[in-house]
């Protein structure tokens, strides 16, 4: 870990050659199914100094909201394909100029904004998100497919025929799932959206392909795409709009314990970071981290801390279990949280005044290069009123 003892703390820290990786693999997928585009979610990896790089393996970023097309377009340099589950009025316009493809979550938006899309001075491809009420995500809070669910346009919902002007349907229903669970989810979009498929110029499959993890049948996956692209003849493109595989295991954020605190037996290594303002997602999934250098305890574990956040919230701690050390802990030690470059910088927050961590990344030629600091008085300031 002595490439961290130099960099700033807190700082998440991408590793150039690591992401380059995960991008090989992902454009060999968009090669050999042929036919697809691979195309970055924002809302999962939006580390926007590595979008050149990002653009010269895979077809272009998907947005949520407007910042994040204009964030594609300014850094990309290329039109989003671009899904909110509400437009606004006084965004529309802009939303439009920033992409090449957009999706209605509702017929009652897609009302809305036709006549806008028909008088835009360029060609905006429109879709319809759907729900194929299918779904493996075990943890509600990310599983779109859920009962009541907000999110796409049930069958029943839909008219036997596309709507004029509308050329594609928009699936999510995956959460760091394998090619088997899509492959589940494409028999239901096709049973339930078979007629309407055929009518399609292209279909969009959402994100949470965990295509770059270890174990994930990328043959498999292939074999999928092009099945259904013979089943289908008339798509021109299939999309698939990953965000996390993009990230996956491409970085790191580092910490420092500020102070050691004990009770009834328990030693809590107070940290520099928030759990709640930088790792959110270990309270909302729930789930345990990875941390260099330590391991779950056993009975024969001797030293064994529970590690803690700065912020005010009582939950600031990992609550997925202890982690277990070599060594005791002091004050001064660098904690290091494994792949923490998706969905972590992206949902940060400025809760009790917690500044943020720095950013920076390590160069193919090992090299410590900071990227910013953003953790500035004037950047909390600015966020309130």
Known sequence: ????????????????????????????????????????????????????????????????????????????????????????????????????????????????????????????????????????????????????????????????????????????????????ALENCLQHFEARFGHLIKECKWVNMGGGHHITRNDYNIEHLISLLRAFKTRYPNLEEIILEPGEAVGWQTGVLVSTVEDIIENRGLKIAMLNISFSCHLPDCLEMPYKPAVLGATSPTPESKYVYRLGGCSCLAGDFVGMGDFAFSEPLEIGDRIIFDDMIHYTMVKTTFFNGVKHPAIGLITREQEFLLLSQPGSYEDYKAKLS
């Open 1 to 180: 870990m002595n490439i961290f003892e130099n960099t700033p703390s807190p700082c998440y820290i991408m590793f150039e050659e690591a992401l380059e990786a995960n991008l090989s693999i992902l454009k060999l997928v968009e090669d050999e199914a042929a036919g697809v585009s691979i195309i970055c979610a924002l809302k999962g990896f939006a580390f926007w100094h590595s979008f050149p790089l990002i653009k010269r393996y895979l077809s272009g970023g998907a947005a949520g909201s407007l910042h994040e097309a204009r964030l594609i377009a300014e850094e990309m340099r290329c039109e989003a394909h671009t899904y909110a589950p509400v437009y606004l009025e006084e965004e529309f316009d802009a939303m439009l100029l920033y992409s090449s493809h957009l999706t209605f979550n509702s017929l009652s938006q897609y009302v809305r904004f036709k006549e806008r899309v028909e008088a835009a001075p360029k060609k905006v491809s429109l879709g319809l998100r759907i729900n194929p009420e299918y779904s493996e995500i075990e943890t509600e809070l990310y599983n779109p497919a859920q009962p009541g669910s907000r999110l796409g346009i049930l069958s029943e919902a839909m008219p036997p025929h596309l709507p004029p002007g509308i050329e594609g349907l928009h699936f999510h229903s995956l959460c760091e799932n394998d090619s088997y």
